[in-house]
């Protein structure tokens, strides 16, 4: 479950609790049991009766396994809930917007681990050969020069062009004449001027193969029209998806390059 469309700390607690083996008075004491509380105190807490402290809420955290972006998010509702006055209330529930907001970013998603300057950017995205070739190389142990002039027919001045600026940022790694992957991630901002370009170079590399796409390839394109709560939903799962694929590729070993591009946007805005 996300704790993202919760603003308050209880309704977390007990859709944890339903999502959990031992539902109910079980898991209740479980909880109870960590904290090293009774058991009413959860009831208690949960019927709106008590709330909980920071400590305990940091336990439960704990208990939950939450992510970091999780915790926070927790920590807050509980600050909110706590407070004594409704201006504290409105200073917490602004902050909970804004790590919300926060926590739906792309870059958080994926845990970028190098962000390019201005100036290299701009040659970075200004072709797609430079992220292909980058990534290309990840694949059995390295390329040499030769493979990847003949995998993106290339001129070899062009090939040790791209190459060199790849070596430069530490993209690629050079050992006895063979190329490896560098940084493994890299991301390009939203507000960005080279987003467009990002997103451009690859989807007209996955337009040209849509024509002779095999069957372990995948093409979807969806228009439809739906409400607000599910486009919300439905961009969260996009979110949690573009999370799952960073942790899957820093997990697996480099087999096949491949390219993943998904697209939601609104028709009439």
């Known amino acids: 479950m996300s704790i993202l469309q919760y603003d308050n700390y209880r309704e977390v607690i007990r859709e944890f609790i339903k999502a959990r083996p031992k539902k109910g008075r079980g898991e209740i004491a479980n909880i109870s049991n960590y904290l090293g509380v009774a058991p009413t105190l959860i009831s208690q807490i949960l019927s709106g009766n008590r709330e909980l402290s920071l400590e305990q809420a940091i336990q439960i955290a704990e208990y939950f396994q939450l992510s970091d972006v999780e915790r926070d998010l927790f920590i807050t509702q509980v600050l909110k809930e706590r407070s004594g006055t409704q201006a504290l ?89 063979v190329y490896s992957l560098g940084l493994q991630n890299i991301h390009v901002p939203k507000g960005s001027p080279y987003v467009s370009m ?33 486009y919300a939903k439905l961009k969260e799962s996009i979110l949690n998806l573009i999370e799952e694929t960073g942790n899957r590729v820093r997990a697996s070993e480099p087999e096949k390059f491949v390219c993943l591009n998904i697209d939601l946007f609104q028709i009439d805005n």
């Open 89 to 177: 209330q409105k200073y917490w529930a602004g902050k909970l917007t804004k790590l919300k907001e926060e926590s739906q970013t792309v870059k958080v998603k994926f845990k970028a681990q190098k962000e390019l300057s201005d100036e290299a950017k701009s040659i970075f995205y200004s072709s797609y050969l430079y992220s292909a070739i980058r990534l290309y190389c990840s694949l059995k142990g390295g390329k040499n020069l030769q493979e990847i002039c003949t995998k993106f027919d290339l001129a070899r001045e062009r090939a040790l062009e791209i190459i060199a600026f790849l070596s430069k940022h530490n993209l690629l790694i050079e050992s006895r004449g």
């Open 198 to 230: 990002h997103h451009r170079n690859w989807r007209s590399k996955g337009a040209e193969y849509i024509e002779d796409a095999n069957k372990t390839d995948l093409f979807f394109t969806c228009p439809c029209s739906l409400d607000e709560e599910a």
